[in-house]
C-alpha cells in the first residue's frame, strides 16, 4: 500500500497554467505505475495520464496531449502533472492513484487514490 496526498489545485483563468504534485508514502514508490485522473461536475471520472515506474513511458487523454505533462521523481516520491494552455472543460476534481503492474486507464484497476484536489478554470 501506498498513501497519496495530491496538492497544487485552485482557480486559473482560462490560458493559464497549473502544476499539481502528489507525494506518496512508503519505500516502493518506484514499483507503481502512476496516473492522474479528473472528475468533472456531473460526469464520471476520467483518465487524464499516466507514467510507468521508470518514467520511460507516458499515455494522455487527447483532449489533454499537448497541454498537459505528467512526470515523476522516484528520489522525492512524487509525482506532477503540469497543465498548461488550461481550458474550462478541464474544470474537475483532480486525483493521483497508483497501481503495482501494467498501467491502464480503467479507474477501477487502481487500488491507492489521493484525496482530490480542485482545479477551476475560469473563462
Known amino acids: 500500500q501506498v498513501q497519496l496526498v495530491a496538492s497544487g489545485g485552485g482557480l486559473v483563468q482560462a490560458g493559464g497554467s497549473l502544476r499539481l504534485s502528489c507525494a506518496a508514502s512508503?519505500?516502493?514508490?518506484?514499483?507503481?505505475?502512476m496516473a492522474w485522473f479528473r472528475q468533472p461536475p456531473g460526469k464520471e471520472r476520467e483518465f487524464v495520464a499516466g507514467?510507468?515506474?521508470?518514467?520511460?513511458?507516458?499515455d494522455y487523454l487527447n483532449s489533454v496531449k499537448g497541454r498537459f505533462t505528467i512526470s515523476r521523481d522516484n528520489a522525492k516520491n512524487t509525482v506532477f502533472l503540469q497543465m498548461n494552455s488550461l481550458k474550462p472543460e478541464d474544470t474537475a476534481v483532480y486525483y493521483c492513484?497508483?497501481?503495482?503492474?501494467?498501467?491502464?486507464?480503467?479507474?477501477?484497476?487502481?487500488?491507492?487514490w489521493g484525496q482530490g484536489t480542485q482545479v477551476t478554470v475560469s473563462s
Open positions: 512508503g519505500r516502493t514508490f518506484d514499483h507503481y505505475y
Open positions: 507514467i510507468n515506474p521508470s518514467a520511460g513511458s507516458t
Open positions: 492513484a497508483a497501481r503495482i503492474g501494467a498501467g491502464t486507464r480503467d479507474w477501477s484497476a487502481y487500488l491507492n
